[in-house]
């Protein structure tokens, strides 16, 4: 059976991006970059709200990776695009292979099918669509930059309280924390 894990990159008071909507203070070193590739070696598939995927999709497919880029950014490129991707989005309407788009009204029973049907981690990311599938959510992972943004999108917006147990924490020398939760 899989495992569904949140994991979404913060300031240290929350928000994965700032009030203009930028992500700009996530300025990972190259430690963090090696944790995310090692990561991301043992994952089966990528679950991405929309805006979240196209965040990453054209960075890692086509800018990235190239010759020239570090070392361990072309590694997660390459990590990046032979991993399966899953899109739920209702306003895409095409997707480059790879990619399969998953209608919202349809991600419950989706990532259900998933979590039964594939033996591994799924990696989920976007707080919208982690919010709608709070109760499959297995565990949280939060990679916390030394920075205070003062406001933006919240990490996970729930509007309810959720209990959770620490299991792991680690700091880098980047100064990036590390927190993996789980249900208490």
Not at 25 to 40: I, L, S, T
Request: charged residues 30%; glycine residues 10%; negative net charge.
């Amino acid at each position: 059976m899989g495992k569904v894990i949140y994991w979404m990159n913060t300031s240290i008071d929350g928000y994965i991006e700032d009030a203009e909507g930028g992500m700009d203070f996530q300025d990972p070193g190259e430690d963090f970059h090696q944790a995310a590739n090692d990561h991301v070696r043992r994952i089966s598939a990528f679950l991405f709200g929309r805006r979240l995927y196209e965040a990453m999709e054209k960075p890692w497919t086509q800018d990235l990776g190239k010759e020239g880029a570090p070392a361990v950014e072309r590694e997660f490129a390459r990590l990046y695009k032979e991993t399966p991707r899953y899109v739920f989005s209702d306003t895409l309407r095409t997707v480059p292979e790879g990619v399969t788009i998953v209608r919202r009204e349809n991600a419950v029973s989706e990532v259900t099918r998933l979590k039964r049907e594939i033996d591994g981690t799924l990696q989920l990311g976007g707080p919208e669509l982690a919010a709608s599938l709070l109760d499959l959510i297995d565990e949280f992972w939060v990679y916390a930059f030394p920075v205070i943004v003062g406001g933006g999108k919240p990490y996970l917006p729930v509007g309810e309280v959720l209990r959770l147990r620490l299991v792991e924490h680690r700091s880098f020398a980047s100064g990036i924390m590390f927190r993996r939760y789980v249900r208490s």
